[in-house]
DNA sequence: ATGGCTTCATAGTGAAGA
């Protein structure tokens, strides 16, 4: 089994790089955040030609979630139920008994935003949803952009972000409390080498001078972590033409 | 150094991302 996940940062931009990533990785499932589409507009039928099937849950501009998959899924939930949310951040199936939980992780804009109160509140509905979930599938996979870099070794610069999203202690409190659930963070499980990373901004070169972050994640349940053989993010996808900010990150 | 790019939006003094 091959499980991914990609932040494509525009689904209608990035058709033919995940096509293209498809055909060259045979995903049995990957995730997709940042799809920018309203559900209308949604490529089910390019996917389709690709050998995939897909459910989605999309809104114009901004967020947007989806997962795609060579196996029927089933057990299709948009949200987090009970949580009121207009933005479209969460996509959970159940594709070959496991159960994946697609997520994208607000960014907070800035510790003082009204966004980042909103991150923290959205990351603690998420927990209590994950733990209901993990009580029902012991096989379950939370995957997608975290917009949250766990340890300093995720970050170039961490004496440059220090107080900032994506590290702040809150955020990083957030997360543990995820992996408390009974996850683990897939990458971890097999490297502990600083300077990999899943992120780079568009400027200043900062891929090319591997100024990144770790910032999207795989965390699995113990059940599932005991059958996976790897964990890599696949940084050559940076260096295409016109490239997704994030590249994808997959077990195997 | 709060920008530098990229996307989607509209035609802004742009907004948002990370």
Known sequence: MK????????LKVRLPHLVGWLGENLPDVICLQETKLPDDRFPASALKEAGYEAVWSGQNTYNGVAIISRHPVTEVVAGIPGFVDEQKRVLAATAKGIRIICVYVPNGQSPQSEKYAYKLAWLEALTA????????????LLLGDFNIAPEDKDVHDPALWMGQILVSPPERAAFNTLIQLGLTDCFRKFSQEPGQYSWWDYRMNAFRRNMGMRIDHILASEVILGKISGCLMDRMVRAQEQPSDHVPVMIF
């Open 3 to 10: 499980i991914a996940t990609w932040n494509v940062n525009s």
């Open 129 to 140: 949803y994950v733990a209901n979930e993990l009580a029902q599938y012991p096989e379950l």
